[in-house]
């Protein structure tokens, strides 16, 4: 099929020169290389061409890597056999750019999977010759099966590229063809959007062509259409398409150039006529709406429409007011009208936010977009949902024109805005004076807006605008008349407010003046607000240094206190206002003011001391502050500590060292107060100082606040200080008698860094002669001790420290070095020796079991107990008569009968856990098994268990000889193996 010429022929032939110029350029790349190679490539030319027969090609399949772009790309060369550049597979891509239908008939022959060849921006054959307008490519593509729809990397469609590229030609091949106008790319857009957003005039007019086939409605990124996206834009011209051509057959009078294009036309004439023709066109269908009783805002005659909201609940026309798009929003509203519509119902739409056209024109700030909307019909005084105006808006933006115009296009609609409140119940004015709108306020004021105006809070625009530092506004607001003792609903007057936003009060107090309210200043100065602070406290506590002093000069009262009791001197010592605090002394009551207490009783000093402010203490203490206590008997000290600040807790005691060991009404010292509040270092200091250990009136001291409230940094200042330690581990109170035991119990953690600050090496190396380690047993020798039944008897407990260990189950607190060398130590002193002493006693208890037994073996191999009765009478007279198995008997039962005694001692103490542990268990089996072996011979008879007790007996008791020669350095990794051993046997 020969192309026909198309109105951009001459770019199409440049672009098929460029691409064909590109093309040997790639050639001319892929072969350059030495002439060995060249020669090479001659000798491995394919066979296979002699194999081609009629239209169909068989490849080998070494030939079809060639296909693959990857392998192309990555080699020129494969084993056996090479891939030329004419058959590259990206050679059908270059193909249909230059539109080669040769090059590209030979190219699908010879392969068809080639139609699905894509480049680095996924794109095939197919967008290739949609985005050069090659229709004699996509006409051949069409006959051969391929597909119009496909997708680009980006989601493109053919469609999308002709669209980007502006081919008109092979849109319209592609939409008479059977392609989905109507399929969205990665960015949610449709070929109608992509259109829109380029302002491609000439696609919308071919589009219209195939209206059937197009939805207008149809929405794309956060459900918008092509019309709003038009109004986004400011695409009048396709905004215009859009509403005129787009529409169903039964009105095809409409054209896609109206009135506005046809004046760019050249020919007067046809502007006239198309002037006439619109008319005629408006005629008929005023006509036609007549005859068909329909609703004006509810037709759907054209292919767009107007009343389709974006998922943001925006309509088109509120899309251009707010994007500033005046042109299309004339289009939008000269449709309106072309349909029968009044502009006003136009202009009157509702977002999701109750905002109409009007208040989006005013936040785009477009003075044409405003008029625009005001001409329109829309009225300044329509509120959207939070109750405020356009007025309110332009007002708070300070767009000035934009009030003037509003108010001087709609005068009847003027003081209906000045008067309506939005839902904090402010007026235009305020919110001009809260974005310090000083011109709109004076305009406002002079179209009649109320000065003196309450909002919700009860604030005046002059309160408001000094609350937003608007001092431009506040002085143009006292010029023309404003009530400066307005208050808040906090009961503030505006020289709070300027003291506490930074205003400054000289020109304040020259704008009152001027306006003749010297009273009225005067009167301002000590007012008090409803926590009963004045200006000066909130100077004092903002540290507005000059407002101080203007009010000060002013006359302002220096000893005024809020409802707490608290003077302007109390917040400068609270927020460590220094030049604040001495300016407030160098005042004439400034010596009188200095002692003076809040309502808890506390002074400047103490407050300074306990926000830790030296340099404002300091000032106090030059200043000759008196050392009072508080409600509660704390001094400055106290304070100091409890907040942690080491270095006022040292400059206090460096001018009054007294102050130390003071208590408190609950006999708290500055030790008591630290350790409560968790001060590691406060404590640290105080233990430095010497402070006394002191207990309080619940008999408690530090450390036991410490291990009751279970902070570990407060003890672990305490028990590992280097002058103190010893001293603090050895108090006792009734709550923790023992601070050893108590830690052991509570906080194992400290009490470890306790055992580590008791071992002391040698400053040299190990293998030094003067290399040393010394151990110091001090924190395991637990002063505690109990007293024995009624008589106040005194009983120490042995190992106290290392018994809690065991109790509480501290595994890490055993294994520390401390407790090895304190055990080891106490085995070599004493424990050995018992150790032996019980070995003995045992070893005897062994011998007698194994004697017994071994005698008892000895008559039961003889008779085997297949021997006649009379010769069991023999037996059993000899055995009873054997005096030495009877004395043996009885070392066996008083063996037994004492350590019986002794597990039961134990199983009353430990209870049920007792019988947990393996070496209990068998011990009392071994006594079991010993008494059934010994009672026959006893009682002078012989039964058959005896035999079977006896080797259980004699088995234990060997065992129970291992478990006890154990040393006291094995670990219990093997008691665990032996006991699992026994097991394995018993069982």
């Not at 301002?524 to 409803?530: F, I, S």
């Amino acid at each position: 099929m020969k192309e026909e010429p198309t109105r951009d022929g001459s770019i199409r032939w440049m672009s098929w020169v460029l691409g064909g110029s590109k093309n040997v350029q790639r050639a001319a790349d892929d072969q350059v290389v030495g002439k060995h190679r060249l020669w090479q490539l001659i000798q491995m030319r394919r066979i296979h061409e002699s194999k081609v027969g009629g239209t169909a090609r068989m490849l080998s399949s070494n030939e079809k890597l060639c296909l693959s772009p990857l392998i192309f790309r990555q080699s020129s060369t494969v084993d056996g056999d090479v891939c030329l550049l004419t058959d590259s597979p990206y050679r059908i891509l270059r193909a249909a750019e230059s539109g080669n239908l040769d090059d590209f008939n030979r190219l699908f022959v010879a392969e068809p999977a080639r139609l699905e060849v894509r480049d680095s921006k996924g794109r095939a054959a197919v967008h290739q010759a949609a985005a050069r307008n090659k229709l004699n490519i996509l006409q051949f593509i069409r006959n051969h099966g391929g597909d119009l729809n496909l997708r680009d990397s980006c989601g493109n469609t053919p469609i999308h590229i002709a669209i980007e590229h502006n081919s008109l030609d092979a849109l319209e091949y592609l939409l008479q063809n059977g392609a989905d106008p109507s399929a969205l790319n990665d960015k949610k857009q449709a070929a109608l959007h992509l259109a829109v957003e380029l302002n491609r005039v000439a696609v919308l007019q071919v589009m219209c062509k195939f209206k059937d086939r197009i939805d207008p409605r149809q929405g794309g990124n956060h459900g918008r259409t092509a019309l709003h996206l038009a109004a986004i834009h400011d695409n009048d011209e396709c905004a215009r398409i859009l509403v005129t051509s787009l529409a169903d057959s039964k009105f095809k009078y409409f054209k896609a150039e109206d009135t506005i294009s046809n004046q760019k036309s050249q020919n007067f004439i046809a502007f006239l006529c198309s002037v006439f023709k619109m008319c005629l066109t408006w005629k008929y269908t005023k006509y036609y709406k007549h005859q068909c009783n329909i609703n004006p805002l509810k037709m759907k005659d054209l292919g767009v429409d107007n009343r389709q909201p974006c998922h943001n609940g925006y309509y088109p026309i509120h899309e251009a007011a707010k994007n500033a798009a005046s042109r299309t929003m004339e289009v939008l509203l000269q449709w309106a009208e072309s349909r029968g519509d009044s502009r006003h119902q136009m202009i009157s739409f509702f977002d999701a936010e109750g905002n109409v056209p009007l208040h989006s024109a005013v936040h785009s700030g477009d003075f044409k977009a405003v008029e625009l909307c005001l001409k329109s019909g829309a009225k300044i005084s329509t509120q959207q949902y939070d109750l405020s105006t356009p007025v309110h808006l332009a007002c708070a933006q300070g767009a000035i024109e934009i009030v003037r115009l509003m108010f001087g296009l709609q005068p009847a609609e003027k003081d209906q805005c000045l008067c309506s409140c939005d839902a904090q119940k402010m007026t235009p004015l305020h919110c001009a004076a809260m974005f310090d709108r000083s011109e709109i306020v004076q305009y406002l004021i002079e179209e009649g807006a109320d000065i003196n105006a309450l909002d919700k809070e009860s604030r005046s625009p002059l309160l408001l605008a000094a609350s937003r530092s608007g001092w431009r506004t506040v002085t143009s607001l006292i010029r023309l008349g404003a009530d400066v003792q307005v208050k808040d609903s906090g009961k503030r007057n505006v020289l709070h407010l300027v003291v506490m936003y930074g205003g400054r009060l000289d020109e304040f107090a020259h704008e009152i003046t001027m306006a003749n309210n010297q009273d009225a200043l005067e009167m301002l100065l000590n007012e008090k607000d409803n926590t009963g602070c004045s200006p000066l406290h909130y100077a004092s506590r903002g540290g507005h240094i000059r407002s101080v002093e203007s009010l000060l000069r002013l006359g302002a009262c220096v000893n005024i206190k809020n409802y707490n009791g608290e003077s302007p001197l109390h917040f400068g010592a609270r927020y460590g206002r220094y030049n604040i605090v001495k300016k407030l002394l160098n005042s004439e009551k400034g010596a009188f003011i200095i002692n003076e207490s809040d309502g808890e009783g506390l002074t400047p000093l103490h407050i300074a001391s306990q926000q830790g402010h030296t340099k404002v203490v300091q000032l106090f203490l030059n200043r000759g502050a008196l050392l009072h206590r508080d409600h509660k008997g704390r001094n400055p000290l106290h304070l100091a500590a409890m907040s942690g600040y080491t270095q006022t807790i040292e400059l206090l005691h460096s001018v009054h060292s007294h102050l130390l060991d003071q208590c408190d009404k609950d006999k708290n010292t500055a030790l008591h107060l630290a350790t409560m509040e968790n001060k590691p270092n406060a404590i640290t200091l105080l233990l430095h100082m010497n402070c006394k250990l002191l207990f309080n009136s619940l008999d408690l001291s530090a450390i036991d606040y410490a291990i009751y409230y279970k902070f570990p940094e407060a003890a672990l200042s305490m028990v590992t200080h280097d002058s103190r330690a010893e001293e603090i581990m050895s108090l006792k109170s009734d709550r923790h008698p023992c601070v050893t035991l108590a830690l052991i119990a509570s906080m194992p953690r400290v009490f470890e860094a306790v055992q580590d600050k008791c071992i002391t090496k040698a400053n040299c190396k190990k293998d030094s002669k003067q290399f040393y380690i010394k151990y110091s047993f001090s924190c395991l020798q637990c002063p505690f001790v109990q007293k024995c039944g009624t008589t106040g008897t005194i009983k120490p407990t042995p190992l106290p420290a290392l018994n809690a260990m065991v109790v509480h189950g501290r595994v890490e607190l055993l294994a520390h070095p401390l407790s090895q060398k304190y055990l080891q130590m106490k085995w070599n002193t004493y424990g050995k020796y018992f150790h032996l002493a019980h070995l003995l006693f045992y070893t005897i208890f062994l011998v007698s079991v194994t004697l017994f037994s071994s005698q008892l073996m000895v008559y039961n191999h003889n008779s085997s107990f297949n021997i006649t009765n009379d010769a069991l009478l023999t037996v059993e007279n000899n055995i009873t008569n054997a005096a030495t198995l009877k004395t043996v008997a009885v070392m066996i039962v008083i063996y037994v009968f004492i350590n019986s005694a002794r597990e039961g001692i134990q199983f009353y103490q430990q209870g049920w856990p007792y019988l947990l542990d393996p070496t209990n268990v068998v011990a009392i089996l071994l006594y079991f098994s010993a008494i059934a072996m010994i009672a026959p011979n006893l009682t002078n008879c012989l039964l058959e268990y005896q035999i079977s007790s006896a080797s259980i007996t004699v088995f234990l008791s060997w065992f129970t000889l291992l478990l006890n020669l154990q040393s006291q350095e094995v670990s219990n990794l093997q008691t665990l193996l032996q006991t699992g051993l026994l097991s394995e046997l018993m069982f």
